[in-house]
């Protein structure tokens, strides 16, 4: 069974994600604090995470910094999760080593799944519906 981390600062949106990450049969680690990812992370070796860039103590950038840069955990892959778009965070978060950079705003907790899954490599596409009324589907 499959381990992710999911560090989200604001309680609805981990418990969303939460849910749809058990429902895969991962095993879900969860916090809204930034020490306790650290903590997390060390103790438990997750093969993903999912990094709040706004977390209690310690944002998810510097969290990032921190796991990148110990032989222990610098292979997790991780995603960095905001809740508005921030050109300057997504770029420093890719500069740091992320996998993804999401905004809460406008991406379908599902389909955060699906990535971290195809990072994973259980699968190798998703569909995204781009249109309900006409059920218009791409497939990345």
């Given at each position: 069974m499959k381990k992710i981390l999911l560090a989200i600062y604001d309680d609805i949106t981990r418990a969303v994600y939460k849910q749809l990450f058990l429902e895969e049969k991962f095993t879900v680690f969860e916090t809204k604090n930034g020490r306790q990812a650290i903590h997390i992370a060390f103790s438990y070796k997750?093969?993903?995470?999912?990094?709040?860039?706004?977390?209690?103590?310690?944002?998810?950038l510097e969290v990032l910094?921190?796991?990148?840069?110990?032989?222990?955990?610098?292979?997790?892959?991780?995603?960095?999760?905001?809740?508005?778009?921030?050109?300057?965070e997504r770029l420093q978060a890719m500069d740091?080593?992320?996998?993804?950079?999401?905004?809460?705003?406008?991406?379908?907790?599902?389909?955060?799944?699906?990535?971290?899954?195809?990072?994973?490599?259980?699968?190798?596409?998703?569909?995204?519906?781009?249109?309900?009324?006409?059920?218009r589907v791409i497939r990345v």
């Open positions: 997750p093969d993903f995470a999912i990094l709040d860039v706004r977390l209690l103590e310690v944002g998810g910094k921190l796991l990148q840069k110990d032989p222990i955990t610098y292979k997790i892959p991780v995603i960095i999760f905001s809740a508005i778009e921030r050109e300057s740091l080593g992320a996998w993804d950079y999401i905004v809460g705003a406008t991406t379908v907790p599902t389909e955060v799944v699906a990535k971290v899954k195809i990072h994973l490599g259980f699968q190798k596409t998703y569909e995204v519906v781009v249109d309900p009324r006409s059920e």
